[in-house]
Structures are given as C-alpha cells and as structure tokens.
C-alpha cells in the first residue's frame, strides 16, 4: 500500500531555517509528481510547492516562493523541502502528497497524503 511518512517538523525562530522530507513506499515514486502542503489551526489545507517526477520542474506558491526549496531523490524514493527565512506564519501541519502527474495547487487532485509534521515558528 501506498506509504508517506513525514519527518523533519520542529520548533525554529523566525529567520530560521528548517528541513522536511516525506519517505514514500508502495509506489513507483520516480514515476510520480509529487507536492508538499500545509494547514494550520483553524485553516484550510494550502498548497505550498509541488515537482516534477523527473526532479526538473518545480512550483511554488507566492506565500513561499523565494524561501522554500522542494527537491527529490528518485534513487531514495524521498522528497524533500527546505525552509529558510521563516515567518511565525509558516507554522502549520505539513504534508506530502501524490496524484500521479499532477504538482499543481488544486488539493483535490491528491490521492495520498502522508501523516503530516508539523512545524513552529515562534521566537
């Protein structure tokens, strides 16, 4: 069965940096397009960056563009995200996802989510 597994989550100050990867199993994961997204208290679920299954093609969304880099290692069936220059609103639950080749902004499109880490930003 399909496996995301999040990890990376943590408290960091504002300006701070932090990094996620999202191990992933039951799938052929060099085959899929692959996101990252996030949700905090009392919020809906945002989109944050997405990629391409050949790691070449990258999207972010504007809230983050700039600051967070996604990435991925085909051979380690991982994903990853950093984050640098965190603001307090950063905080949120983030998730991997996957819905074959769709990376876009569209949360309806994913069909496997992972358990989600989550990450502090707080002075």
């Known amino acids: 069965q399909v496996q995301l597994v999040e990890s990376g989550g943590g408290l960091a100050q504002p300006g701070g940096s932090l990094g996620l990867s999202c191990a992933a199993s039951g799938f052929t994961f060099s085959s899929n397009a692959m996101s990252w997204a996030r949700q905090a208290p009392g919020k809906g679920l945002e989109w944050v960056s997405g990629?391409?299954?050949?790691?070449?093609?990258?999207f972010y969304a504007d809230s983050v563009k700039g600051r967070f880099t996604i990435s991925r290692d085909n051979a380690k069936n991982t994903l990853y995200l950093q984050m640098n220059s965190l603001k307090p609103e950063d905080s949120a639950l983030y998730y991997c996802?996957?819905?074959?080749?769709?990376?876009?902004?569209?949360?309806?499109?994913?069909?496997?989510w992972g358990q989600g880490t989550q990450v502090t930003v707080s002075s």
């Open positions: 990629i391409y299954s050949d790691g070449r093609t990258t």
């Open positions: 996802a996957t819905g074959g080749n769709y990376a876009g902004p569209d949360v309806n499109e994913y069909t496997y």
